[in-house]
């Protein structure tokens, strides 16, 4: 399994990124996929997962309005679209693979996050 994030960087706030995870070593079609980050001194936290088919998604509250995910399984790649970003949105950002096919969970620990991450860091 192999999952590499990219699209990351140092942006001000208001301003927008997107984020890619691309996947390889297994059927990603398969398989839910989610985001989590973790922010310099804290533990990671939920952003969002979505079903392998992407007809069902879960957000942490922070995030709905303003992330949106979503995937596109002939090119294997999981994205992560945030905007009107905040301070408080800089963070490494992460990208997991559930843990059973087929299944959709919105539990940090159903998911194995095999990525390095890509550092978004929002300030003026």
């Known amino acids: 399994v192999q999952l590499v994030e990219s699209g990351g960087g140092l942006v001000e706030p208001g301003g927008s990124l997107r984020l890619s995870c691309a996947a390889s070593?297994?059927?990603?079609?398969?398989?839910?996929m989610s985001w989590v980050r973790r922010a310099p001194g804290k533990g990671q936290e939920w952003v969002a997962g979505?079903?392998?088919?992407?007809?069902?998604?879960d957000y942490a509250k922070f995030a709905e309005g303003r992330f949106t995910i979503s995937r596109d399984n002939a090119k294997n790649i999981l994205y992560l679209q945030i905007d009107s970003l905040k301070p408080e949105d800089t963070a490494v950002y992460y990208c997991?693979?559930?843990?059973?096919?087929?299944?959709?969970?919105?539990?940090?620990?159903?998911?194995?996050?095999w990525g390095q991450g890509t550092r978004v860091t929002v300030s003026s």
């Open positions: 070593g297994f059927n990603f079609g398969s398989y839910s």
């Open positions: 997991g693979k559930a843990n059973v096919q087929f299944m959709h969970s919105s539990a940090i620990s159903h998911y194995t996050y």
């Open positions: 979505i079903r392998r088919n992407g007809d069902d998604i």
